[in-house]
Nanobody, 115 residues
Framework: QVQLVESGGGLVQTGGSLRLSCAAP????????WGWYRQAPGKQRELVAD???????NYANSAKGRFTISTDNAKNTVNLEMNNLKPEDTSVYYCNVQKGFSLYWGQGIQVTVSS
């Protein structure tokens, strides 16, 4: 079991920035992929961005050019830098890691962008 702890959400105005972080236990090694997903009320959970152990990144079209995903291997964390936020980015954001054949999820963190 890998317990993930997310931080950094909150309320921001349109055009503002937020940085989400997700920490895995130091004992959780060999994580193959880190990802950030989001789910708005009444909508399906969707991928925002992910990064694999080789550093290859993948972004949803809505995130390209505004969001940046990165990992800090020393701290065993993944970060999501979000710039130029829009009201449609309002959602609960979830951290996700893949370790072997298993997927683990964080508890979710609220991001609200006011217009």
């Amino acid at each position: 079991q890998v317990q993930l702890v997310e931080s950094g959400g909150g309320l921001v105005q349109t055009g503002g920035s937020l940085r989400l972080s997700c920490a895995a236990p130091r004992s959780a090694s060999n994580i193959g992929r880190w990802g950030w997903y989001r789910q708005a009320p009444g909508k399906q959970r969707e991928l925002v961005a992910d990064i694999n152990s080789n550093g290859k990144t993948n972004y949803a079209n809505s995130a390209k050019g505004r969001f940046t995903i990165s990992t800090d291997n020393a701290k065993n964390t993944v970060n999501l830098e979000m710039n130029n936020l829009k009201p449609e980015d309002t959602s609960v954001y979830y951290c996700n890691v893949q370790k072997g054949f298993s997927l683990y999820w964080g508890q979710g963190i609220q991001v609200t962008v006011s217009s």
